[in-house]
C-alpha cells in the first residue's frame, strides 16, 4: 500500500513539473526573454554593456514624469523603481502613441518591458526607450 501511494505522488510531481514547464514555453516573448538578475542598480553600473541592445526587464512603475526627451518626435517621459532597493530611475521614454498602455498601471505595479539602451548621457547615466511594457 505504500508503495502505490509514493508511485502516485512521484506521478503527482511529474505531472506538475511537466506542466510547469509547457506554461513556461506558452508564455508570450517578452516574459521569455527576462533577464532575472538584470535591476535598475546593476544596469545604471554598467550602462556601456547594454549600449544600443534591446534588453527585457522587471520594475516597478512609478507615474509620468516631466523631462524633456532627447529623442525626436513624440515621448513620454516615464518613472519606474527598481523591484528590490525601489531606487528611482527616470531617464525612460515611450513614444506617445504607446502611452495609453501606461494608463492600467498603478503605481508599484510590477511591469516587464522591452527596452532599449539608446545612449548613455554626460551623467554616465543610461537613457531607455520603452518599445513593450506588459504587467508581470
Known amino acids: 500500500m505504500h508503495r502505490w501511494k509514493n508511485t502516485f505522488l512521484v506521478g503527482v510531481a511529474c505531472v506538475l513539473l511537466a506542466a510547469c514547464a509547457v506554461t513556461r514555453i506558452f508564455r508570450d516573448p517578452l516574459h521569455r526573454d527576462l533577464d532575472e538578475s538584470l535591476t535598475i542598480v546593476t544596469l545604471i553600473k554598467d550602462p556601456k554593456k547594454y549600449l ?10 512609478g507615474e509620468k514624469g516631466t523631462l524633456p526627451c ?3 518626435g513624440e515621448y513620454v517621459n516615464i ?13 525612460v521614454w ?3 502613441t504607446k502611452a495609453d498602455e501606461l494608463e492600467k498601471f498603478k503605481a508599484n505595479d510590477t511591469v ?19 518599445l513593450e511594457i506588459a504587467p508581470e
Open 70 to 72: 532627447p529623442l525626436e
Open 112 to 130: 516587464v518591458m522591452r527596452v532599449k539602451v539608446f545612449r548613455i548621457d554626460k551623467e554616465k547615466e543610461p537613457n531607455l526607450e520603452v
Open 79 to 91: 518613472i519606474i523603481k527598481d523591484r528590490v532597493s525601489y531606487i528611482a530611475f527616470d531617464k
Open 52 to 61: 544600443n541592445k534591446e534588453i527585457v526587464i522587471s520594475v516597478r512603475y
Open 94 to 96: 515611450m513614444k506617445e
